[in-house]
């Protein structure tokens, strides 16, 4: 049986290369950073040569990079960091796509009496309007989080029109970009942001490495207490290895980008043609293109289960997830898919694939007469009825699958 993994933006298949320039930094040069013998000279020469082409990678300097176990510690870092050094300010701001990394952070702090919380306004697309972000923010704001490209619909934010926006206020502007790295090109000084969370493997490196982006200046009270390193942002040993494979999964990503862009973009649009084709379906997030996160599509099936056509794929060899990772597995409809206006039985009969560099053509096309086929069979066993489905629908649910019939 065939198997197409389109499960990319939960994680990637490592690349080889990357895992050739980690292997040494095991078996070899294992040393620790911060010893002062040979080996550990090793490692730190490899952490600070990983600090330095990562940096220059996001047009940002070495100092700025800060080593972490992933973007959910980087996001955990950042937050509570500027919080615990700027206690008089009460209020923050974010978006309500944001990861559950930054989301239960904020709804935390604000169940425990410690920060007020307002979420920016987003279209039917999930774009952020930056007028609301113009409405909402006060002296008393500590922090702006939006979330760079939503690991579920994809939509991808003007972060720089948002920093305008901050810097005229003197609010920090943080972003989750663990989506974006390697895939859009990016750099921090024209995004204009103060911190920003990065992973490895979402982008064909190894789990388990992260990286914070800090702008110079920007101070963070220190959150875990250990040895000094990464200037006691992140103290502990680091993972050199990790970093090792951080920097080469990013440089690789970048320098290939031209070849292998323009064919993750044409698969992308032919999967969501061809899905789209299928009665009673709506694409969720932007059109695929430049506000789109490259190879993720989302597809609401109305009338059936997303969970059911996870499982009936799975069986047939594809992979791919209903909603987030984290919401897949309650029955809480995802917070992303009912804050761009879905009813709740649409956000659970929703599919998104998120390709990569490495998937096919062939894969594709097996995805889509998998897909419909099991579509047709669940639709085929909750005895559907489109037309009696119809007269319950919301105003606004009407309105999108309208839309798309005209
Ligand atoms: C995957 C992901 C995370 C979590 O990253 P880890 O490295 O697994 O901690 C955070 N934010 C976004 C947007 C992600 O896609």
């Known amino acids: 049986m065939m198997e197409v993994y389109l499960d990319n933006n939960d994680s990637t298949k490592m690349l080889p290369e990357v895992l050739e320039a980690m292997m040494p930094y095991f078996t070899e040069s294992y040393g620790n950073p911060a010893s002062l013998h040979k080996l550990g000279l090793d490692a730190e020469t490899a952490l600070d040569e990983a600090r330095a082409t990562i940096a220059e990678c996001i047009g940002a300097m070495p100092q700025e990079i800060y080593f972490t176990s992933g973007a959910t510690e980087s996001n955990n870092l950042a937050l509570n960091g500027l919080r615990l050094q700027h206690p008089g300010k009460k209020h923050v701001i974010v978006s309500p796509i944001e990861h559950a990394s930054i989301r239960n952070i904020v709804k935390r702090w604000e169940k425990e009496g410690l920060v007020e919380v307002s979420y920016l306004k987003v279209d039917e697309d999930g774009i952020v309007d930056p007028e609301s972000l113009r409405e909402l923010i006060r002296d008393d704001t500590l922090v702006v989080s939006v979330i760079h490209a939503s690991n579920e619909i994809g939509s991808i934010q003007d972060l720089r029109a948002l920093s305008e926006i901050c810097n005229e206020h003197k609010t920090f502007l943080h972003t989750d970009a663990a989506q974006t ?57 680091q993972n050199v290895p990790g970093a090792v494979g951080f920097a080469k999964a990013l440089e690789i990503a970048l320098r290939d980008m031209d070849e292998y862009r323009p064919r993750i973009d044409e698969l992308t649009k032919k999967l969501a043609d061809q899905l789209l084709g299928i009665e009673y379906t709506r694409l969720n997030g932007p059109e695929v293109g430049e506000k789109r996160l490259p190879g993720n599509i989302n597809i609401t099936y109305r009338y059936i289960e997303g969970e059911a056509i996870l499982m009936m794929l799975n069986m047939k060899g594809v992979y791919v997830s209903s909603g987030s990772a984290c919401s897949s597995r309650s029955l809480v409809p995802s917070h992303v898919l009912t804050s761009i206006g879905l009813l709740h039985e649409e956000a659970h009969g929703s599919i998104r694939y998120s390709l990569s560099r490495l998937t096919t053509d062939e894969e594709i096309e097996y995805t889509v007469a998998q897909t419909k086929e099991v579509v047709q069979k669940l639709r085929a066993m909750t005895a559907f009825v489109p037309e009696k489905h119809s007269e319950r629908e919301s105003e606004k649910a009407q309105t999108f699958y309208r839309k798309k019939a005209d």
């Open 181 to 237: 790295l390697g895939k859009i090109p990016m750099n921090m000084k024209e995004l204009g942001v103060h911190a920003a969370s990065f992973n490895a493997h979402k982008m064909h490196g190894p789990k388990g490495i992260g990286v914070l982006y800090l702008k110079k200046r920007t101070k963070l009270r220190r959150f875990f207490e250990g040895s000094p390193q990464e200037e006691g942002v992140r103290p502990g040993t």
